[in-house]
């Protein structure tokens, strides 16, 4: 069986009470449980500047 490592982008909209740790645990649980993964986890967060939409 091949493994491979599949990289992910995801863009959040965060309210300021919402934990942006948090809910990429609760995302990498998901994917976890949704598709049996063997691993899930987040490499990275960076915070955007809202005055850049882009």
Same mark, same amino acid.
């Given at each position: ?20 740790? &948090? $809910? +990429? ?6 994917? *976890?449980?949704?598709?049996?993964? &063997? $691993? +899930? ?6 915070? *955007? ?6």
């Amino acid at each position: 069986m091949a493994r491979w490592d599949l990289y992910v982008k995801v863009e959040l909209d965060l309210g300021e009470d919402e934990k942006p740790e &948090r $809910t +990429a645990a609760e995302i990498c649980r998901m994917i *976890r449980k949704l598709y049996g993964v &063997r $691993t +899930a986890e987040v490499s990275s967060l960076i915070e *955007r500047d809202p005055k850049n939409n882009s």
